[in-house]
C-alpha cells in the first residue's frame, strides 16, 4: 500500500541548529526559538529534493521522512560512505 | 459524604486504609474471568481512562492483548498524581489501596502479565503507606507479582512514556514514540500505564459486569468518577460522581458556595478554563465538556472567586507548567518559558507592548510540537485563561489596573 511521503520530527533530538531551513527553505521555517516549523500535510512532488536533502543534511538525525520514496540509501548509507 | 458511593463505599475517608479483611468481607474475592470476556466487558462498559487524556479503557487492554509486542506483559499502576490540585488518586490509594491492587491483579491476569509496578507519587506520604501496607496484607502469590515504586516529583513524571522511563532507567522524562508503550515499554515488554482509579473502576466491573457499570451516568458517558473540588465551597475535596452530573449539582454536594466564583478551571492544569455562567449546568462528563469546548481531564473543578484574579492565577499556573518542563524539547523548554515570561509581566502590571499578542501566538505554536503533550495542555490552560479573562489581561497590559480589585504590589490568590 503506498503512503504520502511526509516530513515528521524526533522533538527530543532535535537542537534546533536549523540545517533543514537552509536545506528546504520553501518547506520548513524556524519558530521564534530556532527549532523548524513542518508543512501540516504531504510534501508536495515538486518540493521532494529539498526534503530529501533536509532529512539528509540534519545533523541530529532528527528529522525523518516517512511514507514512499524515502531518500535513496538512508542516513546510514550517506554516513557510510559517500563523504 | 459523596453524592454516589461505589469506589469511595466502605468505611469512612477518615485518613486510615481500609483494610484486607473488610475489603474482602464487603466486596469478595475478585473474581476469575477469562481474559477475552474481560476485555469485552470493559468495552461493553464503555469506560474512559481517567488519568486524563480519556482514552478507552478497553481498546488499551485490548492492543497489549492482540498487539505485535514481544515478551511477557507488565502492568503499571499510575498513582503519581503530579497535578497539585487534584487529590482524587491519593484520596483513592490512601483509603482503598485493595481496590487498586484488585484492579492491577486483574490487569496481569488479563494480559498475562508477570509484574505489576504499583507507580505510587512518593509526595503522597499517606498513600504510598497504605499501597505498601496492603501488599504485605497480600498472600504470598499477589506479593511475588507486586512491585512498589516511588514516583519522583515532577509535572511530568506521570506521563506514561515518562513512567516507563523511570521504572526502567530512573529517568522520569517522557520518551520518544514510538515505540508504542503497548508494545515496548518497561524491559522492552509490551506495557500497560493505567491511572489507578480506572484500575480500581476495572475491579468493579470485574465483579458487577459491565451493565451494572452502565447503570450510573447520566449521558453519553457513563459510570461514575472520582471529582476534586476546589475553591469558594463549604468543603473542598474529593468527590465521587454519577458522570454527567452539573457544576451546580456539585457545588451543592460540596455544601454550596462560601464566595461568588467568576471563572472555573476543569480538568487540570493543562485544562480548560469557563466563565462560570457557562459551566454551571454542563454536565460533568468527557462528552459535554467537549461539545462545550471544555475538557474533564483529570476532573479537578477549580472555582475562582470574583475578588481573585484570573490573570495572576493563568499566569501562575503557566510558570509552575514552564518549570515543570523536562527541558527535551526546544519549543516547550523555550516556548513555555517565553509564556511564562509574558504572563508574568502582565500579571504584575509590567507588560511589554507585544506581550499579549504574543501569548497569543505562541499558545498556537507550542501546540503539537513535543515528544508529549505537556505544551499542548500548557497552552490549553493558557489560550482559555485569555478568553475567559479577555478583559482583565487588556486591563493589566493597557492601564495597569486589575478588573478583579488585585494591585500593583502583586495579584490576589
Known sequence: MSREPRLTIDWIACNGYGVCE???????????????ILPDGPIPPDLAPQARRAVNDCPMLALAWEGDGAPGGGRLGRLGGRR | MSPTERLLAGPPLDGRAEPLAS???RLGELPVVPAAEMIAALEAAGMLGRGGAGFPVGRKWRAIAEGSGRGTPVVVANGAEGEPESAKDRVLMAHRPHLVIDGALLAARTLGADRVELYVGRE?????QAVRAAVEERPAADRALLHLVEAPLGYVAGEATAVVHYVNAKDARPLATPPRMSERGVRNRPTLVQNVESLAQAALIARNGPDWFRERGRGADRGTALVTI?????????????LGTPLAELVEFAGGLTGTPQAVLIGGYFGTWARIEDAWDVPLEPESLKAAGLAFGC???????????GVDYSARIMGFLAAGSAMQCGPCKYGLADLAGA??????????ATDLIDIDRWTGLVTGRGACRHPDGAAQQMGTAMAVFEDDFASHAARGRCLAGGTRTGGRR
Not at chain 2, 230 to 242: L, Q, T
Request: glycine letters at 10%.
Open chain 1, 22 to 36: 537552509a536545506a528546504a527553505p520553501d518547506l520548513i521555517v524556524l519558530d521564534d526559538w530556532g527549532y523548524p
Open chain 2, 23 to 25: 475489603h474482602r468481607a
Open chain 2, 124 to 128: 503522597h506520604s499517606a498513600a504510598v
Open chain 2, 230 to 242: 476546589a475553591g469558594p465551597v463549604r468543603h473542598e475535596g474529593v468527590a465521587e460522581i454519577d
Open chain 2, 299 to 309: 476532573g479537578l473543578v477549580r472555582l475562582l472567586d470574583a475578588r481573585a484574579c
Open chain 2, 343 to 352: 504572563s508574568g509581566r502582565v500579571a504584575a502590571f509590567g507588560a511589554k
